[in-house]
């Protein structure tokens, strides 16, 4: 992604000449932030969030924990400068081609926060289940449209989800505890 580099400097060129004030952000730091937004159709403060709360944005933009992030009003400036240069739209078609070149293609994504909340348990008889686990519907079902829309079919993919979760989560505190007991 070197042909980047030149267009990033062509927007973001130090206009004054005194050295006072914050350190200058690297651009390719901001251009990143901007690539997070766009395929996560975030906000400026929302990509500044995320980028805090989320370890896997905080490396892609190649920042550490003990950095400051970029606040929402310098993403903001920065996209505005890139705009007034005219190169934002080639700087995202060189990041597009940079990705297909390394056989990747870029797809909006969505961040979901899911909230579980208790609900009635299903008391379904073991035939009923039966069914349901085969992806077919018990028989009488269709006939009650209001006992079907109280009815979770996928109900146990949350549960297997949180299962898989957990042993990440193990699995994770496990390697951290051996780097961790290796460092000391």
């Known amino acids: 992604?070197?042909?980047?580099?030149?267009?990033?400097?062509?927007?973001?060129?130090?206009?004054?000449?005194?050295?006072?004030?914050?350190?200058?952000?690297?651009?390719?730091?901001?251009?990143?932030?901007?690539?997070?937004?766009?395929?996560?159709?975030?906000?400026?403060?929302?990509?500044?969030?995320?980028?805090?709360?989320?370890?896997?944005?905080?490396?892609?933009?190649?920042?550490?924990?003990?950095?400051?992030?970029?606040?929402?009003?310098?993403?903001?400036?920065?996209r505005e400068r890139l705009r007034k240069a005219n190169v934002i739209d080639e700087l995202f078609e060189m990041f597009e081609n940079y990705l297909r070149d390394q056989g990747l293609e870029a797809h909006g994504g969505q961040i979901i926060d899911a909230t579980l909340v208790p609900v009635p348990k299903q008391r379904n008889s073991r035939e009923e289940n039966k069914e349901i686990k085969a992806n077919r519907l018990p028989d009488g079902w269709n006939e009650s449209p209001k006992r079907l829309q109280q009815k979770d079919l996928d109900a146990r993919w949350v549960k297997k989800m949180i299962s898989i979760t957990i042993v990440i989560r193990i699995a994770f505190a496990l390697m951290l505890s051996t780097v961790l007991s290796d460092a000391l």
């Open 1 to 78: 992604m070197g042909g980047i580099h030149p267009l990033l400097e062509k927007a973001y060129s130090k206009e004054g000449k005194s050295n006072a004030g914050r350190k200058r952000i690297d651009p390719l730091i901001l251009f990143k932030m901007l690539v997070l937004q766009q395929l996560f159709n975030l906000s400026d403060e929302e990509v500044e969030f995320q980028v805090n709360d989320r370890r896997s944005f905080e490396e892609f933009v190649g920042l550490g924990v003990m950095n400051d992030i970029p606040d929402a009003t310098t993403v903001a400036f920065f």
